[in-house]
Every structure is written in structure tokens, then in C-alpha cells.
């Protein structure tokens, strides 16, 4: 932020407000609108309805946006085709980044999968694409998560919960037995830019042992820094501006060597998760991406050549237009920001291109099949805001990691939408809506209003630095856990329609027994059978590069190659780097 004098808002502004627009609706129109929608009022509408034209809906994780009684012309009368709207596949892609959307290009069915030792997460990623997944999501423990070995002592009774676990490049052979790397999409959840680090170089040391090229390797990490300081539920932090140098090396390493790969998939879904708005899940991950642009252009790199393979990760949850809004917003208000902000000039480069997770907060214990009506909703809402790729959070994950029969129904679900129900034949099907466009408009300022919050603090960096963001997510998470309890946000089943009749039982999956000590008794093989004297070699260069301010990836992908396990390669950064006590108010 300090080479940028204007604000991403101030800039916006001024660019925007230069270009000629050509409302949709002329002033003759607007005129005879008004008078009929006055004299409706007037003479069918309530007085009381009259008094409280604006409502505002309080949702889990919603954005208390006000929203009107009718929408009509005189909600946005200032909309511009062409510039606000445009076609399908053209500038300002609101309506979707590609001209003919779903029928050229289906939604990718990509299901979160990870649980136990790497085979039995392996059986489970091919049952999924042995019934039709079009992508693999995977998900480690928190272990793995956290960069701790399965024989640290922070692993205990964590290995294999909530996610596979993890510890070299072994494990990762394990985890993609039969699977073909060259053939299928993988969106390999690493969270953080360290764990980034770590994962990402054993993926591309087994695509290397296998003789596959990393240029035919297509997927995503995440590589996300507000994981890593702001949500992460760790007792060990490397300093903010220390991770987002990781951060962006990681992005540098990947974007020349491993060209179709998703350098950094944006995490607003997990900060919204942790408990904040729509609005804010959104202004956050912005920030970051526009923190990530500025740095690869101080290193020497050209926006159009970098920018087109960022992606972001959004989520879903109950106030079902908002949600369609919002994704059309954001995905214009990207688009200006890397044409105006950062001068780009390939179309690529300006497209929002996002995966969808359905909300699992929004999930609840109570009438847990209640659920899959929900996380239907949530997925309709993704494919009708134009998301490229999805998981549908299955029922049991207000319990705990989905069976194989609640996982298959989420598949289902997805399935279903994509091929019975036409949602998918037309692009933008809601677009052109009064209320759904005068939504966009509002969410889309509402959004870079906190963009300009952050950037007043010093930008992305600094306002995790200070605490600001951490807390403004704490504020709204507590209110919205008093709105709940005093019965303002409501949840069918749970404080409203609560049922007296006790419902079926529901197969809660059970985690396989003996994971740890069978991760402990590898562990202990592999540090006997490989070569001591190149695992201190790797770590030693790797630790080298950390303190001289080179690029890290290399070295941890040799690393990678000696054996190292993931708890050595962390201990490294924090050697290096130190470690960071975040504020107080933490």
C-alpha cells in the first residue's frame, strides 16, 4: 500500500464515474413508473407495510442488508446494460465469465473428502468418481493442518479426525493409489501458505516419481494467509508479514512451473465459517487478492500473466437472493478492480472464478434431515450466481465427517441440479431481476466500502498486524450467537417448529481405529530407512532461504524429494522466521 497513493474506491471511482452510461430506463419511463408505484402505494398498500417499506433479514451469516417490500425500475434506475450487466462471457462478467456458462462448461462436482489413514481416504475419492465426481477435494487433519508430525505430541487423538492425515511424501503415494493425476482436477486443501509450503512440494514430488509432468497437473491450493492468522486454531504463528512473503513465493513457484494450476484459491468461505457476514467474507478475501496483485508486481510481474490463475472460495448459506447477489457482485467488482486498479489488459486475468462450498454452520443437530433441504438450497444458489465448481455439505456434518451414504446423497444433490432441473440451460437465469440487480449494486458497494476500511489501516498485511480484522469477525459472531438464542435469527427445528416426535436415527460415521499408531510406526520406518545425511542437507538449504529472502519453494520440494516430513519443515520456519504473539484482544 505504500506505492499506492489512491485507494482501490477512490480509484474506482474516478474511472467509473469518466465512462458515459446509458440507463436502461429513460426518464419519461421512470416518471410514469413513479406515478403508478405512488398511487399503488396509496391505494392498496397498508399503512403499516407503507411505514416499513425497508425489512431486514436476519440470517445465519447473513449480511443485514436491507431489502425492500417491491423492487421495481426506481430500485436501481441508474442501471447501465452494458456497463453494469453485459453479456455472458464479456466485461463486467456479472452475468457469468463464460458466454454460454453451464452448457459449455458444467459445474465441477467436487465433494471435500478426507478422513483416517491415506487408504481409506483413497477408497473414498474413488467412490466418489465411481459415481460421477467431476473433481477431487481433499481434506486433511488437523495435525496435517497445523504442520505437526502424527507422533507429535500435539497429534495426539487428532490423527486421521476431520481430515486424512498426512506426514511425507509416502503418505501422499498412499493417497493417490490409482488415481490419475494428469486425468483428474484435485483441489488439495493445504489452508495455509507454510502448510502450502509443505504439501504442495510432496504432491509434485509423487506427479515427478510417477513421470508425470507438473505441466499436465490441473487443481488449486489454497495458500491463504487469513487462514493461517486469523482463523487458525493453532499455538504456534509465524509472523503476518513473513507468511504473506510465503504466501506469494509459493504463488511465484507455481505460476511458472506448474502453468494450469491455481496458484491460490482466496479463502473468504472459512473466515465466513469462523462467524462473519457475507459482506465482510467477501471484503477480506479482496483484500488479500489485491495485496497478492501488488507484491507479484513489485517482484517484476505483469497482472495479465499472473492474475488469470487466482481463484476464490466462497460460501453459501441461508438468505438465498443475497447469496445469488453476491456472487454477481464480486465478480464484477473484481473485474474492475484488476482492469482499473492494476491496468490489465487480458480478459483472463480479470475473471472471478470460484469453488462454492455449501454453509456447515448454517447445518444443525436438530432434525439433522432438515439439512439436506438446506444444503440444497445453499447449492441452487451457488449454480445460479454462476460458480464454477461445488461441494454440497452433506447432513451428518453437524455430527461429524459424512458416511459414505450421506456423502453419496450430497453428490446427488449436485447431480440433480446439474441434469433434472434445466437451472443450467440458460446462463444468468435471474439476471435482469429488479430485486436481484438493485441487490447486486447494494452488496457490491457494501463490500468495497470495507475494502476501503482495510486499505485505510495500511492494507491487508497490517490489518491482521493490528488485530482489526480478528475482531471485527469476533464482534459479529457473538451478536449473531445472542440474535439466535433471543430467537431473531431462526432455525426451523431448533427455536421455532420445534417437533415433540423424536425422529429416526441417523448412521453417524464412526473414525477407524488404530490410524495413530499405525502413522507413528511409519513415521519411525521412514526416518531408519531414509537418507539422514540429504535430509539435513534439504532442511539446512531450506532454512537458508528463509533467512536470505529467497524463494522457499524450491528447496522445500527438495525436501520433498530426501523424505521430510511435514513437523521438520515447519520447524525450519519457525527457526527462522520466529514466531508471533498476536494482539491481545486475540
Known amino acids: 500500500m505504500e506505492k499506492q497513493m489512491k ?14 452510461r446509458t440507463p436502461l430506463y429513460s426518464a419519461e419511463a421512470l416518471a410514469s413508473i413513479r406515478r403508478t408505484v405512488d398511487q399503488w402505494m396509496n391505494a392498496v398498500v397498508r399503512q403499516t407495510d407503507r411505514d416499513n417499506w425497508h425489512k431486514t433479514p436476519h440470517t445465519v451469516l447473513g449480511s443485514d442488508t436491507p431489502r425492500e417490500l417491491l423492487y421495481t425500475p426506481l430500485s436501481n434506475p441508474d442501471l447501465d446494460y452494458e456497463q453494469d450487466l453485459g453479456n455472458s462471457g464479456q466485461a463486467p462478467f456479472t452475468r457469468g465469465i463464460h458466454a454460454n456458462m453451464y452448457r459449455g462448461r458444467e459445474f465441477t462436482m467436487r465433494q471435500l473428502t478426507g478422513f483416517g489413514s491415506p487408504e481409506q481416504t483413497n477408497e473414498r475419492l474413488r467412490f466418489m468418481l465411481d459415481h460421477g465426481a467431476t473433481g477431487l477435494n481433499i481434506l486433511f487433519d488437523l495435525p496435517t493442518i497445523q504442520m505437526y508430525d502424527s507422533d507429535d505430541p500435539f497429534a495426539v487423538a487428532q490423527v486421521g479426525m476431520s481430515g486424512v492425515c498426512v506426514d511425507s511424501v509416502e503418505d501422499m503415494a498412499r493417497l493417490f493409489k490409482d488415481v490419475p493425476l494428469d486425468e483428474v482436477t484435485i483441489s488439495i486443501v493445504t489452508h495455509y501458505p507454510s502448510n502450502t509450503a509443505i504439501l504442495f512440494p510432496m504432491f509434485l514430488a509423487l506427479a515427478e516419481e510417477r513421470g508425470v509432468p507438473w505441466e499436465k497437473l490441473q487443481g488449486s491450493v489454497q495458500n491463504d494467509i487469513t487462514l493461517e492468522e486469523v482463523i487458525r486454531s493453532g499455538s504456534e504463528y509465524i509472523p503476518p508479514k513473513d507468511c504473506f512473503r510465503i504466501q506469494c513465493d509459493n504463488i511465484e513457484f507455481i505460476r511458472k512451473n506448474v502453468p494450469r494450476w491455481n496458484f491460490v484459491t482466496i479463502n473468504g468461505y472459512n473466515l465466513r465459517e469462523f462467524g462473519t457476514s457475507a459482506v ?71 475473471l472471478m472464478r470460484c469453488h462454492v462450498q455449501t454453509s456447515g454452520v448454517c447445518l444443525i443437530q436438530d432434525e439433522p434431515r432438515n439439512n439436506i433441504i438446506r444444503s440444497a438450497y445453499h447449492a441452487l444458489a451457488a449454480v445460479l450466481g454462476g460458480a464454477q465448481s461445488l461441494h454440497v455439505d452433506s447432513y451428518d456434518e453437524a455430527y461429524s ?17 446439474q ?94 481405529e488404530g490410524v495413530e499408531e499405525e502413522q507413528k510406526a511409519r513415521l519411525q520406518k521412514l526416518r531408519l530407512t531414509r537418507d539422514s545425511g540429504k535430509v539435513r542437507s534439504a532442511l539446512s538449504a531450506l532454512r537458508d532461504a528463509c533467512l536470505k529472502g529467497d524463494n522457499i519453494f524450491p528447496c522445500s520440494v527438495a525436501c520433498a524429494r530426501a523424505r521430510c516430513t511435514e513437523g521438520e519443515l515447519f520447524k525450519v520456519f519457525k527457526d527462522a522466521f520466529g514466531l508471533w504473539k498476536p494482539p491481545a484482544l486475540f
Do not use: C
Open 7 to 20: 485507494r482501490t474506491k477512490e480509484i474506482l471511482h474516478e474511472k467509473l464515474a469518466g465512462q458515459p
Open 280 to 350: 465482510t467474507e467477501m471484503a477480506v478475501a479482496v483484500s488479500n487478492g489485491i495485496a497478492i496483485l501488488d507484491e507479484l508486481v513489485r517482484r517484476g510481474y505483469d497482472v495479465d500473466a499472473t492474475a488469470d490463475r487466482l481463484a476464490f472460495f466462497w460460501s453459501a448459506a441461508n438468505d438465498f437472493f443475497e447469496e445469488i447477489a453476491r456472487i454477481r457482485a464480486i465478480r464484477r467488482l473484481w473485474y474492475r478492480i484488476v482492469k482499473y486498479r492494476f491496468n490489465a489488459q487480458n480478459p483472463r486475468a480479470m
Open 401 to 417: 465427517v459424512p458416511t459414505e451414504e450421506a456423502a453419496l446423497l450430497s453428490l446427488r444433490t449436485q447431480q440433480i441440479l
Open 419 to 512: 441434469k433434472e432441473t434445466g437451472v443450467t440451460d440458460v446462463a444468468d437465469p435471474l439476471g435482469g431481476s429488479f430485486y436481484v440487480e438493485a441487490l447486486t449494486r447494494d452488496i457490491e458497494a457494501r463490500i468495497l466500502d470495507e475494502v476501503d476500511e482495510i486499505e485505510r489501516l495500511g492494507g491487508y498485511v497490517k490489518a491482521i498486524e493490528g488485530g482489526e480484522i480478528y475482531s471485527k469477525v469476533a464482534s459479529y459472531f457473538a451478536e449473531q450467537q445472542r440474535m439466535i438464542d433471543r430467537g431473531e435469527i431462526v432455525l426451523v427445528g431448533q427455536n421455532v417448529y420445534k417437533s415433540e416426535v423424536e425422529g429416526p436415527a441417523i448412521n453417524v460415521f464412526r473414525y477407524p
